[in-house]
């Protein structure tokens, strides 16, 4: 089993940042990608970014962004401490939503192919 735990969302205003953070404990982190989704209200969980184990970097591993995000957000780990990141830059209203980490073995864009979940954390971006 893999516990995971976001925090560092809020309220932030439109064009402003937010680093969101993602601490796994339990089953070792090592070998597992990471991935963050998001459910804004009324939708369905949808992907946001995800990253790779880094195949021997101890921070560096291949990442994958949603078409919605890229060039604005950037995900990255840090596997000493068993923590990824996702820094938020020029937040839009319609970034709202609550925000998930999950891990599985490989990185995947697909909600239901993930195994492990947190609990999530909320995002609100003022216009």
């Known amino acids: 089993q893999v516990q995971l735990a976001e925090s560092g969302g809020g309220l932030a205003q439109a064009g402003g940042s937010l680093r969101l953070s993602c601490a796994a404990s339990?089953?070792?982190?090592?070998?597992?990608?990471m991935g963050w989704f998001r459910q804004r209200p009324g939708k369905e969980r949808e992907f946001v970014a995800a990253?790779?184990?880094?195949?021997?970097?101890?921070?560096?591993?291949?990442?994958y962004y949603a078409e919605s995000v890229l060039g604005r957000f950037t995900i990255s780990r840090d596997n000493a401490k068993n923590t990824v990141y996702l820094q938020m830059n020029s937040l839009k209203p319609e970034d709202t939503a609550v925000y998930y980490c999950?891990?599985?073995?490989?990185?995947?864009?697909?909600?239901?192919?993930?195994?492990?979940w947190g609990q999530g954390t909320q995002v609100t971006v003022s216009s």
């Open positions: 339990g089953r070792t982190f090592r070998g597992y990608a």
């Open positions: 999950a891990a599985r073995p490989g990185p995947s864009t697909v909600v239901n192919e993930y195994d492990y």
């Open positions: 990253i790779s184990w880094s195949g021997g970097s101890p921070y560096y591993g291949d990442t």
